[in-house]
Nanobody, 123 residues
Framework: QLQLEESGGGLVQPGESLTLTCAAS????????IGWFRQAPGKERERVSC????????NVADSVKGRFTISRDNGKNLAYLQMNSLKPEDTAVYYC????????????????WGKGTLVAVSS
């Protein structure tokens, strides 16, 4: 059973950077696409970014394009979300999720989720 755990969240000021880590256990990430999602209070869950398992192609949401970067290290069973130039509207609980063989196109049906880590951007 694949298990995911996010870490690295915290309180930062606008314009600062933060890197989130998603650690997998119970199985390897080799054949899973990894997605980062976020959900703010009263809002729908939003997909922030996704990275494929085979060729490492990435997709990012327009709301974070140019500021956030997704990456992975299958040898360490880790995935990352580097967040730069953070804005107050980036405040949310961030989740990592995994889907076997997903190509990051169209709508995802992620089967495995972490419990989330809070990112708060405020001055």
């Amino acid at each position: 059973q694949l298990q995911l755990e996010e870490s690295g969240g915290g309180l930062v000021q606008p314009g600062e950077s933060l890197t989130l880590t998603c650690a997998a256990s119970g199985s390897t990430l080799d054949f899973y696409a990894i997605g980062w999602f976020r959900q703010a209070p009263g809002k729908e869950r939003e997909r922030v970014s996704c990275i494929t398992s085979n060729d490492g192609r990435t997709n990012v949401a327009d709301s974070v394009k140019g500021r956030f970067t997704i990456s992975r290290d299958n040898g360490k069973n880790l995935a990352y979300l580097q967040m730069n130039s953070l804005k107050p509207e980036d405040t949310a609980v961030y989740y990592c999720a995994a889907e076997l063989y997903y190509d990051c196109s169209g709508h995802e049906t992620m089967d495995y989720w972490g419990k989330g880590t809070l990112v708060a951007v405020s001055s």
